[in-house]
């Protein structure tokens, strides 16, 4: 069973710093675009940065400069680093990665992550 796992999230101070990381398990893939998205609560999804398999980015424009999203393909793994954060920053973070299996390719949502940003 394939599952998607986010790590990092915690309870930082504004203006503190934080890295969140993504990682999948339960079978042999390759990770393909992945995209960062969060929630805060009673508000939607939303996506807040995107990477592709070649290591373009982009970001919404309230974490530009602010957060930076990178990849290790060697690993697998894709990261959040997030910078000067502040309390509207605070929410679940989920890491929404493409995994192709050598069959199919087909995106899958972690549990999620809680990052907490104090005033």
């Known amino acids: 069973q ?5 790590s990092g999230g915690g309870l930082v101070q504004a203006g503190g710093s934080l890295r969140l990381s993504c990682a999948a398990s339960g079978g ?8 960062w998205y969060r929630q805060a609560s009673g ?12 290591g ?3 970001y919404v424009d309230s974490v530009k400069v602010r957060f930076t999203i990178s990849r290790d393909n060697a690993r697998n ?15 679940v973070y989920y890491c ?3 995994l192709y299996n050598g ?7 972690g549990q999620g992550t809680q990052v907490t940003v104090s005033s």
């Open 96 to 98: 929404n990665p493409n």
């Open 103 to 109: 069959l199919t390719l087909r995106r899958y949502w």
């Open 56 to 58: 373009s980015t982009n």
């Open 28 to 35: 042999i893939f390759t990770i393909g675009d992945v995209d």
């Open 77 to 91: 793994t894709v990261s959040l680093q997030m910078n000067s954060l502040k309390p509207e920053d605070t929410a």
């Open 2 to 6: 394939v599952r998607v796992l986010e």
């Open 43 to 54: 508000n939607q999804r939303e996506l807040v940065a995107s990477i592709t398999r070649a």
